[in-house]
């Protein structure tokens, strides 16, 4: 089945630095992937949704400086977390949606768990 | 706009034993439902869905899940679990957008 791989699983860096997290569909050509955040105990919550060659949208709520996304490729999407501070610790998890067949399935990378200190 | 609401937070069940992790949606439009699974250290997996047609909807790994339109429901259910179903279960509906709007999830472990 399609596959999404991301980068890096685990992270730890200090307050202020920032971070980058990589989303890549190895088997499938993505147009469109999907960036996710879950705190402890609580829902996968969506960020922002990216077209590739096309500025992100993000959701209500979420800061698009704090936040970069970049799409600029069909196989790969980039989170960075810019200035990281400690409330930035989270769980960071994205989505690809198959641009073939596989129009009613989205497929998720494995997460990244981020620790700011 | 939707959401979704897993009323367990936790479920620890015997192997072999049945199983039913409870989903409810709210939503104003007609809906898609998902259930997604997460073992540790990987990914979400699709385990199955309900789009249309018939409401019981077979999933991978021997579960299912019946969509109840009047009680805005969609229960995930296996009738033997094994000590490998153990994982995190999320349920999720997609309305009017392609977006997905995930529950807090339900981590379900089975002892022998």
């Known amino acids: 089945g399609a596959v999404v791989s991301q980068h890096p699983s685990r992270v730890i860096c200090k307050s202020g630095t920032s971070v980058k997290i990589e989303c890549r569909s190895l088997?499938?050509?993505?147009?469109?992937m999907f960036w996710y955040r879950q705190f402890p105990k609580q829902s996968l919550m969506l960020m922002a949704t990216?077209?590739?060659?096309?500025?992100?949208?993000?959701e209500q709520g979420v800061e698009k400086d704090k936040f970069l996304i970049n799409h600029a490729s069909l196989t790969l999407s980039t989170l960075t977390v810019t200035s990281a501070h400690p409330e930035d610790s989270s769980f960071y998890i994205c989505?690809?949606?198959?641009?073939?067949?596989?129009?009613?399935?989205?497929?998720f990378g494995s997460g990244t768990q981020l620790s700011v200190l | 706009a939707q959401s979704v609401t897993q009323l367990d937070s936790q479920v620890p069940v015997f192997e072999e034993a049945p199983v039913e992790l409870r989903c409810n949606y709210s939503?104003?439009?007609?809906?898609?439902l998902f259930w997604y699974v997460q073992y540790p250290n990987q990914g979400l997996q699709l385990l199955l869905k309900?789009?249309?047609?018939?409401?019981l909807v077979k999933g991978i790994n021997g579960f299912e899940a019946e969509f109840n339109k009047s009680q805005t429901s969609f229960h995930l259910r296996k009738p033997s679990v094994h000590i490998s179903d153990t994982a995190e279960y999320f349920c999720?509906?997609?309305?009017?957008?392609?977006?997905?709007?995930f529950g807090k999830g339900t981590k379900l472990t089975v002892n022998p």
């Open positions: 989505s690809a949606r198959d641009g073939g067949g596989n129009r009613e399935k989205l497929f």
């Open positions: 088997d499938f050509q993505a147009t469109t």
């Open positions: 990216s077209n590739e060659g096309s500025k992100a949208t993000y």
């Open positions: 939503s104003s439009v007609s809906v898609y």
């Open positions: 309900y789009l249309s047609g018939s409401t």
């Open positions: 999720a509906v997609q309305g009017g957008s392609e977006k997905l709007v």
